[in-house]
């Protein structure tokens, strides 16, 4: 499937630039989007599939770090190709590389043992919650989709923004996206250490506070060097209270229904940006419409804020969640 | 493992260049932003349904 997937992946962008037209473009995108998404999910459980208890958790953490550092060499690469071989080509080697990346899949021996018999009904079947683990599913699914449409509206875009409101080079964008980047990997990596120093509760509330000043904040600058610095800070907060809200959240869950709450929460995630996306062509048309664009979303984050108040109340004196992120001696 | 790693890393490099370059690209070629987030939107809907397809295909497998 993965390199299905990648071929699909390579054969559109071939497409895209051959015959670039809107038609072409539009057809191909609904596809594209599934394949770029199902990439990660696919290569997430062929880990599962090829590695054991003992190993898999450390396996995963390198597939996770590489991911980083490899997107960050991404966004370095992929700016400085743009602008010194043209879009075009940058995009040709893309798909190329891509194809070439299945060759260390073909060496990968899968477990096919695997075969599927559950049932549609069972997998959708919500009913088995209490009334705490439906408090915080409710909540965390509302919240998914608020954050997700604010960051929807400019995540997606940052090439876009660079180049409007800074007349960016495609090298520079390339490197002020690595910043930001860089900083989400950082904040992944200290988020559990620093939830552990602060609390987990006051960590995540605080960061997500700060993220709202930072969101308002890109609607004023229009220095492109404090401007990059603030994104890369929004980008690395996030990450920072993303796996620790996500922790706590998961840990409230029953084994057997985590997958389908993260699936729920990825489509709820993805409709989310889909229509933050439609929105972001409507609004940055408007005249100073960057800057009602960042307002809006920091609208977005402030409301997800107020109900990340409501979504732990219940819990902070609960035995799972004092557990969870105990303060260690070397703290 | 090794072998998966190393596609991880060049698929990544692959996914992360072409998220740079594919809007600067459309608007290169005199698309505009209501253009390219109608783009971004559809990518946004497929992954939205394949994702939760391949979750759902993920929960069977797991249970078996």
């Known amino acids: ?331 | 493992m090794r072998n998966l790693l190393y596609y991880t890393f060049f698929s990544s490099i692959a996914q992360s260049i072409y998220r740079i370059v594919f809007n600067l690209f459309l608007r290169d070629i005199g698309f505009n932003n209501t253009f390219i987030s109608h783009i971004t939107s559809l990518e946004m809907i497929g992954s939205a349904f394949l994702g939760l397809l391949i979750g759902i295909m993920g929960i069977s497998l797991e249970r078996n």
Do not use: C, W
């Open chain 1, 1 to 331: 499937m993965l390199i299905i997937s990648s071929v699909i992946f390579a054969t559109i962008t071939f497409l895209r630039i051959s015959f670039p037209t809107e038609q072409m473009l539009l057809y191909t995108a609904l596809i594209n989007g599934g394949v770029l998404t199902s990439r990660m999910i696919l290569l997430n459980s062929l880990i599962v599939d090829i590695t054991n208890h003992e190993n898999r958790g450390k396996y995963f953490g390198y597939n996770f770090g590489l991911f980083m550092g490899s997107g960050l060499i991404g966004n370095l690469i992929g700016g400085t190709l743009g602008d010194f071989l043209g879009f075009g080509t940058a995009l040709l080697i893309t798909g190329i590389t891509h194809l070439l990346s299945n060759t260390f899949l073909f060496i990968v021996h899968e477990d096919k043992k695997h075969h599927s018999e559950v049932l549609l009904k069972d997998i959708f079947n919500l009913r088995d919650f209490n009334n705490l683990q439906t408090h915080i599913i409710k909540i965390h699914l509302i919240r998914t989709f608020l954050i997700g449409f604010g960051a929807g509206l400019f995540v997606n875009f940052g090439n876009v923004i660079f180049k409007d409101l800074f007349n960016m080079k495609p090298t520079i964008i390339g490197v002020a996206l690595a910043f930001a980047q860089l900083g989400a990997s950082l904040g992944s990596i200290f988020s559990s250490k620093l939830s552990k120093k602060f609390g987990a509760y006051q960590f995540t509330f605080f960061m997500n506070i700060l993220v709202i000043p930072l969101i308002i904040s890109f609607s004023i600058v229009r220095d492109p060097y404090i401007f990059t610095l603030l994104y890369a800070l929004r980008f690395s907060f996030m990450n920072m209270t993303n796996p620790v809200s996500t922790t706590i959240i998961m840990s409230y869950i029953p084994q057997n229904k985590i997958t389908t709450i993260s699936s729920f929460r990825n489509f709820l995630n993805f409709i989310a940006r889909s229509l933050a996306a439609l929105m972001f062509g409507y609004i940055t048309s408007l005249s100073n419409g960057y800057s009602y664009l960042f307002l809006i979303s920091a609208i977005f984050y402030f409301i997800s804020l107020l109900l990340l108040k409501v979504l732990f109340k219940p819990i902070l004196n609960d035995e799972i969640f004092i557990k969870l992120y105990k303060k260690t001696t070397n703290d």
